[in-house]
């Protein structure tokens, strides 16, 4: 694979609601490898974009141009199960978990695009269906130790705190198979020392092949971890740069970030 | 074997026993049937509210298909039982999948209503249809079922006639159990596999589902399929061993009574909706016997029903087994897996 | 001014505050940090009478509100910012701040504040008549401070409120906490952001597994080096 | 025990209930009679209730329920059709004889035999055809009505009423306005009614039962439709006097029974049943009355054994006919009867006898 | 024919709509399906016929009165049966209510026995049944007339409780967040229990002015009642009250004209196939809005 060929490219994107413009004409790009970073004060439309790239929403205009490197594929307008399938997985600004199955399950069930017995394996245990239920079982005890949560596989996950349900969906998300991950505000909820292994794990989950594009709040995580930084404005890309770039940049110290932290 | 499959096999066992006992007349056979019958329709329609969360107020539209497909077919054309339950499943779950397809998009009650709509107009078409039902008039006289090996045992010798014909509520008791059992190992296998952890997963969160790769509307389609399969296959058991059929049979009130089942089950729960229908079913059946001898008038017996439902719920608000996908935690690979997340000290 | 004793609260048989006893007086800024699970929101919901305490008690002004409902305690002066900020999805922005208002009857006193709360974040005002369900993560975050500000507690309860907020809005956020202590306001504040709680507390709390395992004077925390390294991320 | 015991099985709750309470209320006085004049042959006769709300399900339930209690002598029941047929082949199977005072349908006299050829359900009201008959010959020869609109109940007693009615009608040449069906419990009948006004019926015969016959009668007068009713058996309650008001007069009806040619024991009922329960006797309790005294007497004469009840009630025949306060009642071959029928119609709010009557 | 037709449905539609519009106060406010809100209705009908009965009330003062022990009933029914299942799953107070719509409604057969019943017709205004308007050939009572503008005055009233005064949004506050409600200083229970005092309130109007109309009742009547009521609030769009009164027409024309043009046999078919099909078009109802939870 050509390493500079984007993995997912946002082609002049937006999306309306009613008379609202939540994006309009943005376009950036996702290198594989590299951690990008999506910021902006709130309501500039962070989420939207995310909804629009997961196939949660339709793009009202533009393209959405997933794994370049294989032609260009277009998926605006897929379903979210089919850009799971493609490879995209995600994470929730507001947890959405299942939050009454055991935290094993959770991840089992993020599995599913990647196996297929159906009723009658199921019906008959075929051989075939046990082995596959061991490896989805393998797989899913391998994410959960990865995120830290073999121990509490058993739990019910609406038992966990916040930090711990942050971390079951993101092991969800990469239970999916994916090669690209979209993690909205990871760390919201998080104290430093939280926020810190969280660090360790989004360069973790990098070396396992998957690239991350994150909103953040968190300006320390941002410039610390973020190789690209993407900054949207009422709909609006403003400014798109390495984080030394952004951090100067008047604009964006107006618009987002304000006079102190743009020190932290 | 662990104390607890120890004492499932033995409560099996005296299930199978019951009608050798010397007091098991055709009433205590027929109510034990009668649970039985719910306890299908029971697991059937928890797939649907249960399973994937969506309220189902119709499901005896189901019961219904099933009862009259198998009745038309044994009286038009004489077919086996055995060659039946196969077609009326199909029959019913093409009707699962006609309710449900055009349904997906709906959420909450404004399913739940169409549904309603649905069933009411199935019992409207049984009703009114009466050159295919014979509509209120019912059908009856429907031959009940039998084992026919001759073709079998002629070959054999042909002094055998191995043909058995039901008759009594023994035989009958035995086919509901078996297919009690059959269905209860079934969904408990669909409830825990890649399906049923789709349902789960749609009944909690339909666009985390979905963002976890699974496709809604399918395995939506699917849980109707199956739900409607299973209620049918339960009206063809009814339409044989109640051998008369009419419309009467499969009012709303039908469909109610098997959602109360299985929510004062413990809604998702397969074994709470066998006991379900064991409650509700019995505690009709009981309060028949118990309030005469009170010196209360038949005509109180449902107000001590109602009463009895509301006060269950009040104390068991989620029903008497709460506890969602259980049939996962006994599966050897999950068992297996907890005990060595116990060796190795994390749990 | 609120004084909570030796509280035990349960989740079914999950005992998730094991005796928490604090202390708040009257105009100050108490925080209370500690890790995820530690209890700090059972703390504050607990005083809410959301999830009354099994044992112990909780005494506001003098009144023993601990088996009080919600509602009443709400109207004692209570009032919290909640996680998870639970606004009304389906109710219109100015919906949502005149339900903050429901126990207030001055009609001009509301107007005026809902027009202080416009002041605070401009967004609101522009976003005014739509759903609340439909704003960003940290548009819903506003209304709910602004929502609990709009029926003028004598105690404001915050659970993090900076949570999802830009941090041009964080700052802004400290700000109109420090100015509404400085209007009268009693503030009990639970943050991730020790950091910023601390520069603004008065006095703090930590929070461990369900027990208090150091209270004290906000500046001194900040200075102690377990807090230090647990949860201001300095090591 | 000093005891005999028959069972009653009937709806006494759920939507049918009132017709359970006719049944009751019928059979009750029948044995309170028995029972004070010192029982049957010394022994009280006892009743056991049983409410199945006429739901064929709940009926097969008590069906084996009394099948099984060898001291339940015979049965009085049930009300519905449907019920009575899911009920019936757990009688036939386990020989117990019933009677149904108001079951029409004509399948139970097809599936009524064991396999030796036994009747074991019988009853003691018209057959729904014969009554359909009856009315549309008096609509033609007695009413002389060109023209006559029919609204049945979707039920097997109103479809059965209706086609006899309609087919007899066509053979004598009496015209069908037009045919419209309703459901229990409907309370709007005015679509159906709009339409028959368009046409030229002069008359509607109701096929259903006295509750929304009186509703059918009070909105086709609103809706300023003033033709004659005409119906069978099952209009035959004061009820629909009162819930019709003036809008019943003008109403004609088939009964089995009509107190003004009635024998001094139905006068005798009649003027009891009014005492008790404070309203007028029906043809539901009269034949409900009738039944539980064939019973008692197949029991007395018979001999209280189950067997010999039945047969007992099958030799109610020309022969031998019960002597009821609804008349004779003579069963055939299949259980069904044959009974006189009378024409009733309100006038200034009560039931009389119609000035014609037709034989 | 077919103005008679149209007047026959917008009748039976503004009697559903009456019945729909106290029926989707509670739904809206709980989104429980209250199953007994039907027998509510039939006890508001046989409370006021008792009480002209028994203690010679004149109409509207029997009517007053029964609608303070509707509402006395509904509030009771939401202390005992509904209040301790706040918390519960959703489906437990629908289980609940169709327990005590069993209950209720046997507790009637044996208070007032099973028969159906007319209204006390000698009580009623004597105008009542006299025509007020008469055109291309169809007449109005006085009471229809009557019916009509009370269930459009109840509409337009209600729907301005509900959407202009602190206690309707309230209301609408509970409904989608009783937690919250509550952290705002809502008494929950109170506002609840206000709810059920007005829906039920209403229920009794609905039972008690039906039964004049049609001049019967019977325990059994709230059943098709509570259906009807139940698919005119959710065809209207869940809690909105303008929306009940539009589905409880919408039912109504089209089981009028169902019958009248299509076949009696399937009058309730085509009502429930009308219903259907505006549900699949409209999946939130006539007047619902969908409630987004964002992603
Ligand atoms: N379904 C919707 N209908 C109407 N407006 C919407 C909808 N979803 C989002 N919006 C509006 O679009 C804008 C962008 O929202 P979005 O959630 O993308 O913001 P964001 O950048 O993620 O903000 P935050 O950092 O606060 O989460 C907001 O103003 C929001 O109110
Ligand atoms: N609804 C619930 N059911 C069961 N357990 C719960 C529930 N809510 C919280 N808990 C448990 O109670 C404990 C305290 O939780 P709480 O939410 O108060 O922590 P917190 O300090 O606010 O954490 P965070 O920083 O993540 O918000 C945790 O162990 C949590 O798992
Ligand atoms: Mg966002
Ligand atoms: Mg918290």
Redesign the interface.
């Known amino acids: 694979m050509n390493a500079s060929a984007p993995l997912l490219k946002v082609d002049g994107v937006s999306k309306q609601f009613g008379g609202l413009m939540a994006l309009s004409e943005v376009s950036f790009e996702v290198l594989p490898g590299r951690i990008t970073g999506l910021i902006g004060p709130n309501g500039a439309g962070k989420t939207t974009l995310f909804n629009c790239i997961a196939g949660v929403y339709t793009p009202t205009k533009g393209r959405l141009l997933f794994d370049a490197a294989d032609g260009a594929r277009r998926t605006n307008g897929f379903k979210p199960e089919r850009m799971t399938a493609l490879g995209i997985a995600r994470t929730f600004q507001n947890i959405r978990l299942f939050s009454q199955l055991t935290v094993l399950d959770n991840v089992r069930i993020g599995r599913h695009c990647r196996t297929s017995q159906g009723l009658f394996g199921a019906i008959f245990r075929t051989a075939a269906q046990v082995a596959e239920e061991r490896r989805i079982v393998d797989e899913a005890m391998r994410w959960l130790s990865f995120v830290g949560l073999e121990g509490k596989a058993f739990f019910q996950s609406s038992a966990l705190s916040y930090g711990d349900q942050r971390r079951l969906e993101i092991a969800r998300a990469l239970a999916t198979g994916p090669r690209l991950l979209l993690l909205d505000e990871p760390a919201a909820g998080m104290n430093p020392q939280e926020t810190a292994s969280l660090v360790g794990l989004i360069h973790a989950i990098m070396k396992e092949g998957v690239t991350v594009v994150l909103i953040e709040h968190d300006m320390k995580l941002v410039m610390s971890i973020c190789e690209h930084l993407v900054v949207l404005d009422h709909g609006m890309k403003i400014a798109e740069g390495g984080p030394r770039d952004i951090r100067e940049n008047p604009q964006v110290i107006e618009a987002y970030l304000g006079r102190g932290a743009a020190h932290a | 074997m662990n104390t607890k499959t120890l004492l499932r096999n033995a409560l099996l066992l005296a299930v199978l026993a019951i009608p050798l006992l010397p007091f098991a ?3 205590l ?3 034990l049937t ?1 649970i039985m019958v719910y306890m299908v329709l029971a697991m059937g329609l928890n797939v649907v ?1 249960g399973l994937c969360g969506m ?1 189902d107020l119709g499901f005896v539209g189901f019961y219904g298909v099933g009862a009259y497909t198998c009745g038309l077919l044994t009286m038009n054309y004489e077919l086996s039982l055995w060659l039946i339950l196969p077609i009326a499943a199909l029959n019913g779950a093409v009707w699962g999948i006609l309710r449900g397809a ?2 997906l ?6 399913f ?3 549904t ?3 069933s ?2 199935v019992v ?1 078409f049984l ?2 249809e ?1 050159w295919l039902t014979r ?4 059908l ?2 429907i031959a009940p079922a039998s084992i026919d090996l001759s073709w079998l045992s002629k070959a054999i010798n042909p002094e055998w006639d191995w043909y058995w014909e039901f ?3 023994k035989p009958y008791f035995y086919m509901a159990f078996v297919m009690v059992v059959g269905v209860f190992f ?1 969904m408990r ?2 409830e825990d ?6 349902w ?2 749609i009944r ?2 339909d ?10 509307q399918i395995y939506k389609v ?1 849980a109707y399929a ?1 739900s409607a399969a299973i209620g049918a296959v339960a009206g063809s058991f009814l339409a044989r061993w ?3 059929l ?1 419309p ?2 499969f009012k ?1 009130w039908e469909s ?1 009574l098997v ?2 089942m299985i ?2 089950g413990g ?1 998702g729960n397969m074994t709470g909706a066998l006991l379900g229908s064991v409650v509700l079913i019995a505690m009709g ?1 009981l309060l ?1 016997e118990i309030l ?1 001898r009170l010196g209360m ?7 001590v ?6 006060l269950i ?2 104390f068991k ?3 008497f087994l709460p506890k ?2 259980d049939a ?1 935690l006994h ?1 050897p ?2 068992v297996e ?2 005990r060595s ?1 116990k060796a190795k000290g ?2 | 001014m609120l004084k909570v004793e030796n509280i035990r609260t349960f989740y079914g048989n999950i005992e998730a505050l094991k005796g928490v006893s604090l202390e708040v007086n009257r105009g100050e800024i108490v925080t209370l940090i500690g890790a995820n699970g530690a209890g700090k929101s059972t703390t504050l919901m607990s005083i809410s009478g959301v999830t009354p305490p099994r044992t112990g008690s909780v005494v506001f002004e003098g009144r023993d509100i601990t088996r009080m409902p919600t509602d009443r305690i709400v109207a004692t002066g209570i009032t919290q910012v909640p996680e998870g900020r639970l606004i009304f999805p389906g109710l219109t922005v100015r919906e949502n701040l005149m339900m903050g208002a429901y126990l207030r009857n001055d009609k001009a006193g509301i107007a005026q504040d809902l027009e202080h709360i416009y002041g605070l974040f401009p967004i609101l005002k522009e976003r005014r008549a739509q759903h609340g369900g439909t704003l960003s993560g940290g548009e819903q975050q506003m209304l709910a401070i602004g929502r609990a500000l709009m029926s003028r507690p004598k105690l404001l309860l915050l659970d993090e409120p900076s949570l999802g907020l830009a941090p041009i809005v964080v700052e802004n956020i400290f700000g109109v906490i420090t100015k509404i202590n400085a209007e009268g306001v009693t503030v009990m504040l639970v943050e991730q952001n020790a950091q910023m709680a601390l520069s603004i507390a008065h006095r703090a709390y930590v929070l461990e597994t369900g027990h208090v395992t150091l209270s004290g004077d906000a500046r001194e925390l900040m200075n102690d080096p377990k807090v230090q390294s647990a949860y201001l991320g300095l090591d | 025990a000093d005891s005999v015991k028959i069972a009653v099985a009937a709806p006494f709750t759920g939507a049918a209930a009132p017709y359970g309470d006719n049944v009751k209320a019928g059979v009750q006085i029948k044995v309170d009679e028995i029972n004070a004049a010192g029982g049957l042959g010394g022994k009280t006769l006892e009743v056991v209730w049983m409410d199945e709300q006429c739901d064929p399900k709940e009926a097969a339930t008590v069906a084996p329920k009394i099948a099984q209690d060898k001291s339940i002598l015979a049965v009085v029941g049930h009300v519905c059709s449907s019920a009575h047929l899911a009920a019936l082949p757990f009688y036939v199977r386990e020989g117990v004889a019933a009677i149904s005072a108001t079951a029409t349908n004509p399948s139970i006299s097809e599936k009524n035999k064991d396999r030796a050829g036994k009747v074991w359900s019988f009853r003691n009201v018209y057959r729904d055809d014969f009554q359909g008959i009856f009315m549309a010959r008096y609509a033609k020869n007695v009413l002389n009505l060109p023209s006559v609109a029919v609204f049945y109940e979707n039920n097997d007693y109103g479809i059965g009423l209706k086609d006899s009615f309609v087919g007899e009608a066509k053979k004598l040449g009496l015209k069908i306005a037009g045919e419209e069906a309703y459901i229990k419990g409907a309370q709007d009948f005015t679509p159906q009614l709009t339409k028959f006004k368009a046409t030229d019926a002069k008359g509607i015969f109701l096929a259903g039962y006295y509750g929304e016959g009186a509703l059918i009668a009070a909105q086709a007068k609103k809706l300023g439709m003033d033709v004659v009713k005409m119906g069978g058996d099952g209009l035959d309650n004061v009820d629909y006097i009162k819930l019709g008001a003036t809008s019943a007069e003008n109403t004609f009806l088939a009964v089995p029974f009509l107190e003004d040619v009635a024998s001094p024991e139905a006068k005798a009922f009649v003027a009891k049943f009014k005492d008790t329960y404070k309203r007028d006797a029906d043809y539901m309790s009269v034949n409900a009355y009738d039944a539980a005294g064939m019973v008692a007497e197949a029991i007395l004469k018979g001999g209280a054994d189950r067997a010999k009840v039945r047969d007992y009630l099958a030799g109610f025949t020309a022969a031998r006919p019960y002597m009821g306060i609804g008349g004779k009642t003579v069963f055939d071959a299949k259980g069904d009867c044959e009974k006189p029928a009378f024409v009733k119609t309100v006038k200034d709010g009560k039931f009389v006898a119609a000035p014609k009557q037709m034989n | 024919m077919l103005e008679q037709q149209l007047i026959n449905g917008l009748t039976l539609g503004v009697i559903y709509a009456l019945i729909a519009v106290g029926y989707s106060m509670v739904y809206g406010v709980i989104e429980l399906i209250n199953f007994a809100h039907g027998e509510i209705y039939m006890f508001g009908a046989f409370f006021c016929a008792t009480f002209i009965t028994a203690f010679g009330l004149p109409f509207f003062p029997a009517m007053a009165l029964a609608m303070i022990c509707c509402a006395c009933l509904g509030v009771l029914l939401d202390i005992f049966a509904y209040r301790p299942l706040r918390r519960a799953p959703r489906l437990a107070p629908l289980i609940t209510a169709i327990g005590m719509s069993i209950f209720l409604q046997n507790l009637a057969m044996i208070v007032w026995g099973s028969r159906p019943k007319p209204f006390p017709q000698e009580a009623l205004p004597a105008f009542f049944h006299e025509t007020a308007l008469t055109f291309s050939g169809v007449q109005l009572s006085w009471l229809q007339l009557f019916i009509f503008s009370l269930t459009i005055v109840l509409m337009i009233g209600l729907n301005l409780v509900i959407t202009r005064t602190k206690t309707g949004t309230a209301m609408r506050a509970l409904a989608q967040n009783q937690r919250a409600a509550a952290l705002m200083g809502i008494n929950v229970n109170r506002i609840i229990s206000f709810t059920f005092m007005i829906g039920s309130s209403l229920g009794a109007v609905a039972g008690i002015l039906v039964s004049v109309f049609y001049n019967t009742m019977y325990p059994t009547m709230g059943y098709n009642a509570g259906v009807k009521a139940f698919a005119a609030a959710v065809l209207g769009g869940i809690g909105s009250v303008p929306g009940a009164m539009l589905g409880g027409i919408v039912l109504g024309v089209a089981e009028a004209l169902g019958a009248g043009y299509v076949s009696s046999l399937y009058r309730d078919g085509v009502a429930y196939a009308v219903l259907i099909a505006v549900i699949l078009f409209r999946p939130t109802g006539l007047f619902g809005k969908a409630v987004r939870q964002k992603a």
């Open positions: 007349g055709d009433y056979l027929h109510v009668l509210p309220l055009p349904t998009r709906l959420t909450g009650d404004y739940a209503i169409v309603f709509g649905f009411e107009l409207l009703t009114n009466i509509g209120p008039l019912g009856p006289g008759i009594g509520e079934m296998r669909i596999s890649r399906i049923g952890r789709a789960f997963a909690e969160d666009l985390a589902a979905a963002s976890a790769g699974i496709d809604v699917i199956v109640t051998m008369f009419s009467d049979m709303f109610f959602l109360c929510v004062l809604l059946e028949r005469p008038p038949a005509e109180t017996r449902f107000i029903y109602g009463l009895i439902m509301v719920m009040r608000p989620s029903g969602i996908a996962a599966n690979i999950i897996l907890r997340l994390v749990v």
